[in-house]
T-cell receptor
Framework: DTAVSQTPKYLVTQMGNDKSIKCEQNLGHDTMYWYKQDSKKFLKIMFSYNNKELIINETVPNRFSPKSPDKAHLNLHINSLELGDSAVYFC?????????????FGSGTRLTVV | AQKVTQAQTEISVVEKEDVTLDCVYETRDTTYYLFWYKQPPSGELVFLIRRNSFDEQNEISGRYSWNFQKSTSSFNFTITASQVVDSAVYFCASSGGNNRKLIWGLGTSLAVNP
């Protein structure tokens, strides 16, 4: 079983569309994250949830809205997609809200906005 | 504030060479944790090692070894007898004892050529 699974793996869409990425973890971890990795490989945290509660909300356009229905799931909805949203989005989970355990990452979703 | 510096942007070696990837960290915390992650061309982020600030022992795992030196604030990663499969981007990261997110370096892209 995959520990952190996110779908879809690839997403190609037109500017202005709305899209969602789903993430699920079966590790029993309390905390989940969304990261954005740009073309230069820079990893930028976007959001984190601990037991369905929003913990980290970095400077991200409000077109991005995370939702965590339970501690095993964290989805990312993006409205009005722009060219600059093209990136790889990673979901990750951690045992607790403290980062010192490190993260387990999903395999990433490559979003291409055309 | 915490910071992680990976000064080497790209490294290219020939198979069977030894290679060291540098990581220098900055922190004011007395308790902190250091990590290395690997991102192969397939794109996933793979956890390699976690080290806490109280454990300065070097770690060896097969061809991989890590040298943690508090005196120089470094946590370097050495691959012995490199192989083509070691080609990847390697990220160093840190977390203070009470931090809720990892602080990432910009990554070092390693190319191992046959």
């Amino acid at each position: 079983d995959t520990a952190v699974s996110q779908t879809p793996k690839y997403l190609v869409t037109q500017m202005g569309n709305d899209k969602s990425i789903k993430c699920e973890q079966n590790l029993g971890h309390d905390t989940m994250y969304w990261y954005k990795q740009d073309s230069k490989k820079f990893l930028k945290i976007m959001f984190s949830y601990n037991n369905k509660e929003l913990i980290i909300n970095e400077t991200v356009p409000n077109r991005f809205s995370p939702k965590s229905p339970d501690k095993a799931h964290l989805n990312l909805h993006i409205n009005s997609l722009e060219l600059g949203d093209s990136a790889v989005y990673f979901c990750a989970s951690s045992q607790t809200v403290m980062a010192y355990y490190g993260y387990t990452f999903g395999s990433g979703t490559r979003l291409t906005v055309v | 504030a915490q910071k992680v510096t990976q000064a080497q942007t790209e490294i290219s070696v020939v198979e069977k060479e030894d290679v060291t990837l540098d990581c220098v960290y900055e922190t004011r915390d007395t308790t902190y944790y250091l990590f290395w992650y690997k991102q192969p061309p397939s794109g996933e982020l793979v956890f390699l090692i976690r080290r806490n600030s109280f454990d300065e022992q070097n770690e060896i795992s097969g061809r991989y070894s890590w040298n943690f030196q508090k005196s120089t604030s470094s946590f370097n990663f050495t691959i012995t007898a490199s192989q083509v499969v070691d080609s990847a981007v390697y990220f160093c990261a840190s977390s203070g004892g009470n931090n809720r997110k990892l602080i990432w370096g910009l990554g070092t892209s390693l190319a191992v050529n046959p």
